[in-house]
């Protein structure tokens, strides 16, 4: 089931248009750059880290901004019918886009995704930092049992990510409504 599932994300990648590829790219920067910049990943003059990076945390910053880069990018509608013959498609109903309606599991993906955003944002932070961690737990408590949660966090952050990713890829490919695009490439 997960192999097919792969499979069928693989698939829906093949089918992106270099507008979804650029969408990605500029998504994927863009989270990089935000991320990176409030976490002082990125040197800057508007926010300090109190502890230093550590190893992991440009991997995964890295593979957190590329993932959620694609995930945006799914969101971008595909292309419009190039002609009225496909435009009045009686198969297609009306006020869906060229990806199809929204499924339970495409509202579920959004959730994972920043969910797996979030996580990712306090995954690479500075422990002391957080503020929500700083007030719950003070400095000490925040690198004594904050800090060592850290890879937990990123791990959790990339998986569901990825799962979200998978998810909202695979549905680009089978979805169940007949797609201009797919059937254009298949």
Sequence with gaps: MFVDALRDAYRGLLLWDRRRIGVAAAAAAGSAVIIGLATVLIPNALFSRDI????????VWILTAMLLGMLIASYVRGPAPDSEEEASDPDSAPGEGARGPETASEGRSGVLGGVGGMLGWFAVGCPVCNKIALLA???????????PLQPLLAAASVILLLAAVITRLKGQYSCPLPSRERSARS
């Design 52 to 59: 230093p990076p550590v190893w992991w945390d440009y991997p």
């Design 137 to 147: 737990l003070g400095y000490t408590g925040a690198l004594t049992y904050f800090a």
